[in-house]
């Protein structure tokens, strides 16, 4: 769905089905410990381009509302691979576990070898 700012996004929702004005990010709402989701975090969050840049079936996001210096509230986002067990520190990129283990891997130099 796209959200608010025209991107498409995996956690966006939105219902404006019979009057209802309901719009809401899912990924967001699952951290309990966020600030509160408003529509204009969108413009900036990182999230739609780590998810177009990486598709791992492995990586799972957490993300919460933080506050730049103090005043900007921007999406912080986690990664965490599931396969590995650990974090990841360059969600655009993953882990690059999986990486070492496809076709044409040792050609590449990927395999660590
Ligand atoms: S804040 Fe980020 S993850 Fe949430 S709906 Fe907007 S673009 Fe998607």
Redesign the pocket.
């Known amino acids: 769905m796209r959200?608010?700012?025209g991107?498409e996004?995996?956690?966006?929702y939105e219902d404006y089905h019979r009057g209802r004005e309901h719009r809401e990010?899912r990924?967001?709402a699952r951290n309990r410990v966020s600030e509160r989701?408003t529509p204009k975090?969108?413009q900036t969050?990182p999230?739609?381009r780590i998810l177009q840049a990486n598709a791992c079936p492995h990586m799972i996001l957490e993300?919460r509302v933080g506050r730049r210096f103090g005043l900007l509230r921007r999406?912080r986002v986690e990664a965490f691979c599931t396969r590995q067990m650990s974090e990841v520190t360059d969600p655009m990129v993953g882990c690059g576990e999986c990486h070492r283990h496809r076709p044409g891997a040792a050609i590449l130099g990927l395999d660590g070898g």
């Open positions: 959200n608010p700012a991107v996004c995996h956690f966006y990010c990924l967001i989701w975090l969108c969050c999230v739609p993300a999406v």
